[in-house]
């Protein structure tokens, strides 16, 4: 399948983004701990040249815990001020205060000298579709002020949201760029509904993701589905499709009932926690 998505909206967002960055002075780049490589969307680093930069590994509590742990320490390594932390739960946001100010340090001191005192920090908070943005807004405020909402690109419009004294955050929507460099990134951000499921073949989907969790951590299909991890990927999710007694009528499987079965497993961490993405000396991000 071909799995590219740029719709005109986000061109839209882009140039919104683009106008705000001189507002701000540095940008929190969010990213799912699950493919921290593919998420990272390469227009951000273009935008945000010259801005101070946070990363936040987000839905850490659906990754991999050991792989976590590898990519904080490979992004520190490269520099990357980097925080693993679940929106959802508030987990590790506690810890995001004081990473602002390191890095900003620069500014503060620089503000001082000019005798300005106490004037907070301005950041943008970007990421991708459906990577948890608003969900950490919420959560880093303690308290519902961003719009949230499990369709791609549902964050609309400019806000700022003010965080006590120090910090001032603007939420941007979720953008991705317009030609992924190789299809398993395209590949990748479609299971972790980053994309439009509806210009999407959840059988074909399906299978790429069946292809993945086979390789990436084999048992885990066995354990949850009760099935043999032999054989070819529509095979796997025809298998699926009988475990979870999926017919559309009489005896026919079901497979894109199947397909929603999987996708949902995965997204929600039901399956186990998993990183796709593995970080080597060579990821450079
Ligand atoms: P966005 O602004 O970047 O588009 O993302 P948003 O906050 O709307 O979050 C998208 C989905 O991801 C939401 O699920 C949200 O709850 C979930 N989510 C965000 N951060 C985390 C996290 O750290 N861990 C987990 N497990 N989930 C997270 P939803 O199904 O659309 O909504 P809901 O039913 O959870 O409210």
Redesign the pocket.
């Known amino acids: 399948m071909n799995y590219q998505w740029y719709p005109g909206h986000m061109t839209k967002a882009k140039r919104m983004m683009q106008e705000n960055m001189m507002l701000v002075d540095l940008v929190i780049e969010?990213l799912d701990a699950r493919i921290p490589f593919s998420s990272r969307n390469p227009d951000i680093d273009q935008l945000a040249k010259g801005k101070g930069r946070i990363v936040l590994l987000?839905?850490?509590?659906?990754a991999d815990p050991k792989e976590n742990q590898k990519w904080v320490r490979h992004l520190e390594n490269q520099g990357v001020h980097v925080l693993e932390?679940?929106?959802?739960?508030g987990?590790g946001v506690k810890n995001i205060g004081s990473l602002v100010e390191r890095a900003c340090r620069e500014k503060i001191e620089r503000d001082r000298r000019r005798g300005i005192v106490n004037r907070p920090v301005r950041a943008m908070v970007a990421?991708?579709?459906?990577?948890?943005?608003?969900?950490?807004?919420?959560?880093f405020a303690g308290k519902a002020c961003?719009?949230?909402?499990?369709?791609?690109?549902?964050?609309k419009g400019k806000q700022w949201i003010r965080m006590g004294k120090t910090l001032e955050l603007l939420?941007t929507?979720?953008i991705l760029w317009p030609k992924f460099e190789d299809d398993t990134v395209g590949m990748h951000l479609a299971f972790i509904?980053s994309m439009n499921d509806e210009i999407l073949y959840a059988d074909e989907l399906a299978c790429d993701l069946l292809t993945c969790i086979r390789e990436r951590y084999p048992g885990v299909l066995t354990d949850r589905y009760g099935i043999s991890e032999e054989g070819s990927p529509a095979q796997l999710l025809e298998a699926v499709a009988e475990s979870r007694k999926c017919y559309a009528r009489g005896e026919t499987l079901d497979t894109k009932k199947a397909a929603g079965i999987l996708l949902d497993d995965f997204?929600?961490?039901r399956i186990g926690r998993m990183t796709l993405e593995v970080c080597d000396e060579e990821t450079d991000l």
């Open positions: 969010i987000n839905k850490s509590d659906l932390v679940n929106a959802k739960s987990a990421g991708i579709p459906n990577v948890g943005k608003s969900t950490f807004i919420n959560s961003a719009k949230t909402g499990n369709k791609p690109g549902v964050t939420d929507p979720g509904g997204r929600s961490g």
